[in-house]
């Protein structure tokens, strides 16, 4: 049996890198700066909750997916090591399961991770070219498209049987779709409740939906699963 754990990510602002302040800026003004930093609070709580489950797991010799990583190694660790000095949750997580006996695997191919960033970029822009948004946009639903197909294919090819992985990956990418059928998948937190949440939270129609998927989302795992 192959077992794949799967730990949607929710980015905080050291996760994104020059963009981050740009971000979470016009994040603050679309929501309103109070529910902004209610969210950074929950998103702080997020992450406790998935380091205590995953950290509580026998983590020896269990394989790590990262979004975004696109090499293993020796390279691959100062790549977690810088993200994490960052600042990164998700990054200082994967430490801390590197230290208990968890293997990074690259994840991603570069040349995608490269053309995404500079569709974002352009889209993140104080005066994004009007004339190209909906194409940007279309460009990075296609990329998102293959590198979702790129992450399962590498881990349908690299998990061997006998062996859990976890799998780190922002959750509104569809990576779970396009696994093989043997892959036996737990989802750390439900991905749809993560989506729902945003939805709740940018959309600002329903102010109780967002406290209770927020209570969700801070909730210690097996609390959720009781």
Known sequence: MRKLLYAPIIHSESDLGSLGHVIDRRSASLVGEKRWAQHKETVSRFWHSVADYLLSCDAAGQKIYQDGLAADGELGRRIVEEAARRGSKNHQLILDLMEKGAEIRKTEDASLLIQEHESISKLASDKPPETTSGDLRAQGERLAEERDRFIAKTINETLRDGETAVLFMGAYHSVLSHLAKD????????????????????????????????????????????
Do not use: G, M, W
């Open 183 to 226: 892959i036996v998948v737990e989802q750390v937190k439900e991905v749809e409740k993560v989506r729902a949440y945003f939805y709740d939270l940018f959309s600002r129609r329903n102010e109780t939906r967002v406290r209770q998927l927020a209570h969700y989302l801070a909730a210690p795992i097996s609390e959720t699963r009781s």
